[in-house]
């Protein structure tokens, strides 16, 4: 392209644990060397940004006043629509549920679809409180607004169920849904992570190399399955299994108190949030995500490319992975009997002589998703917006 693109990427919140906040950062990141201006439009930005001017990108920060939720979503989203009038950017990809954007990243999925899915582990009256909250109301109807909205260029889809599930929505909507999914590492997370950090670690928090691991690794642990992984973990098939849980929740407590309930409590390591998890990748023998809807967690591809046999579930798109090569298992993500068993039936394979092979499946799950392929398509994808409007 002649002239860089002046492309806008906007995040509300970063925070260094957050999956959409690290898939912001790496594309930052793999876009440096291409020809492309970048600003970056958040409220807040809690992550290193010192280096960011030499890195080819600009933050610029949009946190008018408000009080609560529907406030704060509201007055940010009319913030960046002045900026979006005001700094004439090329393309605008937008995050978050901003009518008027050239591009929307359905990173976070389709939030009707969530609420849908949340309500089946609610009660007659929690169900009520949904329908009832001002929150949810305002983002179902920004999401609708902003999908029906003729400046809407383009939807960036990290997966095929994401995908699928708009085209069913907005049937206008098909010919500008595009599956991006999102990249991995491929040199930080590897096969070698395991032979480089599985003795070490696990001499260090004193357990045996012939102690069967399970990792779960993420944010929100309601949402992702960590209640159903420790009623699985009370089941007879993962009586010799331990669940390690790398994450932040504010209602940790809960799930330990379950933990206690259940039996399991000794055979549970809550390891708290951790910027690297490769130490963990690489000694643990499967990994397990059995979220209730995730559109394309970072975690599971991380894990999956150091080479980690995977359980998720059929409201995640990662099971669009696994299931090409068979190196993992999709079930229900409130079927606790399945998620031990397709759990026991991983760690069988795993600590077998067959576990290579099904780590050189998990690895070549995700080997053609690296950031390279991603940034080119994504820059694939604005050269296609760019000449369409010339």
């Known amino acids: 392209m002649a002239n860089p693109i002046r492309l806008a990427i906007v995040r509300s919140r970063y925070n260094p644990f957050g999956g959409a906040e690290r898939f912001v950062e790496r594309t930052l990141s793999a876009l440096e060397s291409h020809a492309i201006n970048v600003t970056l439009i958040a409220r807040r930005w ?35 629509q002045k900026l979006m009038a005001s700094e004439r950017f090329d393309l605008v990809q937008s995050h978050e549920r901003i009518p008027g954007c050239d ?35 305002y983002t179902l109807a920004a999401e609708d607004a902003m999908f029906r909205d003729r400046r809407l260029r383009a939807v960036i889809c990290n997966s095929g169920m994401v995908r699928d599930d708009l085209a069913r929505r907005y049937p206008k909507l098909a010919a500008r849904l595009h599956v991006l999914h999102n990249g991995v590492d491929l040199e930080r997370f590897h096969l070698g992570l395991r032979a480089r950090h599985r003795q070490t670690l696990r001499e260090q928090m004193g357990v045996s190399d012939a102690t069967r691991v399970i990792l779960y690794v993420g944010s929100g642990y309601e949402r992702k399955g960590v209640g159903v992984l420790l009623k699985a973990l009370a089941r007879p098939e993962l009586a010799d299994a331990q669940l390690w849980v790398v994450g932040k929740d504010k209602a940790q407590q809960k799930f330990e108190a379950l933990a206690h309930k259940l039996g399991v409590r000794e055979r549970v390591r809550f390891e708290g949030p951790q910027q690297d998890v490769v130490r963990y990748l690489g000694a643990a023998d499967v990994f397990a995500l059995p979220t209730l809807y995730d559109p394309m967690p970072n975690a599971a591809m991380e894990a999956l490319a150091s080479g980690l046999p995977t359980l998720t579930s059929m409201s995640c798109g990662t099971a669009e992975l696994v299931r090409a090569l068979e190196c993992g298992e999709v079930t229900d993500a409130l079927d606790a009997p399945a998620v031990a068993a397709g759990l026991k039936r991983l760690l069988d394979i795993a600590c077998s002589n067959r576990g290579e092979e099904i780590r050189a499946q998990a690895r070549e799950s995700v080997s053609h998703l690296s950031l390279a392929v991603m940034a080119e398509k994504q820059l694939a994808l604005y050269g296609q917006l760019l000449s369409a409007e010339s």
């Open 46 to 80: 809690d992550g290193d940004t010192s280096a960011k001017n030499a890195a080819g990108w600009r933050l610029l920060k949009c946190d008018p006043f408000h009080i609560g939720r529907v406030w704060r979503d509201r007055s940010f989203a009319r913030g960046v």
């Open 103 to 137: 591009i929307f990243r359905a990173g976070d999925g389709v939030h009707a679809t969530w609420l849908s899915l949340r309500a089946r582990t609610l009660s007659s009256f929690g169900r009520w409180l949904q329908s009832r909250s001002p929150w949810h109301n």
